[in-house]
């Protein structure tokens, strides 16, 4: 079976404006840098279904989001958070191909997926949207894990350089769902602090600015692979930013493309081994091009490994 990846081209349509870093760009980039990797299947990445995001998002939130999507022109959410014609679309293909992957991969049809899909997910909340995120790809796509295929026990990684809050908000009070995030502290959100602990499953690995490779993997490897080893997981998804490389222009973090290769190999490798190898990546950040598209494909490659 082949790694399987996830796009659209409806996730290109989604315009926050030039002065925003999250741009269609992002995806192109990343499409490129893995045309010739070995071992993939390319997809098409479905819209998901509005019963799929309603399983984390509330309905009036969902529908407000749908009805201020403008014709033309961008829609201010937040200071940083924009609508133009086609966002709706857009982020619909990141949760629906997150939900798919997870259908192939419990089908048995592909062996690991990555999505490459925007605008990213992770600081979406059940009722709000923010910092560039409109719907929570991974969170619908664990709960989706749990109500169709059943499964019991699912845990969401996140090694983007900002913390996953809105990931954390949905499963704070959901022991079943284990939440891990490394990020630079202080930055943004403001959230992602060790006391920070949902019900027990919530396990969050602050780093200094400056925080270079070798210190992520030490505590990737002390605080959060242990945690993920005892908590046995059925599934694992991971958000995937690559924004803590050295080259991003919104973190301060110093990871290369080799510790992104690195983490995406020891999961693998514990996913083989405890849950028949179940493993679906999203992509949140990353905003220097060149990075990106570096760190996609060694993660990818990793993968497909």
Not at 27 to 34: E, F, I, Y
Not at 60 to 89: H, I, K
Not at 180 to 207: C, K, R
Request: hydrophobic share 40%; net charge negative; with cysteine.
């Amino acid at each position: 079976m082949k790694t399987l990846v996830l796009s659209h081209d409806d996730c290109l349509r989604h315009d926050a404006g030039a002065e925003i870093a999250e741009s269609p760009a992002r995806v192109t980039a990343v499409m490129s840098a893995l045309a010739d990797v070995s071992g993939i299947e390319n997809l098409p990445a479905p819209l998901a279904s509005i019963e799929q995001v309603l399983r984390v998002h509330d309905g009036e939130y969902w529908q407000d989001l749908v009805d201020q999507e403008p014709a033309e022109g961008r829609v201010a959410l937040d200071w940083d958070t924009f609508m133009s014609n086609g966002s709706v679309d857009a982020t619909l293909r990141g949760s629906g191909a997150a939900c798919f992957a997870v259908d192939q991969i419990m089908q048995g049809k592909s062996k690991n997926a990555f999505c490459a899909v925007r605008p990213p997910g992770h600081h979406s909340y059940q009722t709000k949207a923010m910092g560039f995120c409109l719907s929570n790809h991974v969170a619908i796509a664990a709960r989706h894990a749990q109500q169709v295929h059943g499964l019991e026990r699912i845990a969401i990684l996140d090694f983007d350089v900002h913390h996953g809050n809105g990931t954390q908000e949905v499963f704070e009070d959901s022991p079943e769902v284990l939440f891990i995030s490394s990020h630079q502290f202080p930055l943004y959100p403001g959230t992602g602090t060790v006391e920070e602990t949902g019900a027990g499953n919530i396990v969050n690995i602050p780093l200094a600015p400056g925080t270079g490779g070798a210190e992520f993997r030490k505590a990737w490897s002390a605080r959060g692979f242990s945690r993920l080893f005892s908590f046995d997981p059925e599934f694992i998804i991971v958000s995937a930013g690559f924004d803590a490389h050295e080259r991003d222009p919104l973190g301060g973090l110093e990871l290369t493309e080799d510790d992104y290769a690195w983490f995406t190999r020891e999961v693998r490798h514990f996913a083989d081994e405890v849950c028949d190898g179940r493993f679906v990546s999203v992509l949140e950040g990353g905003y220097d091009l060149e990075g990106l598209a570096a760190s996609a494909r060694a993660h990818v490659q990793a993968l497909v490994e």
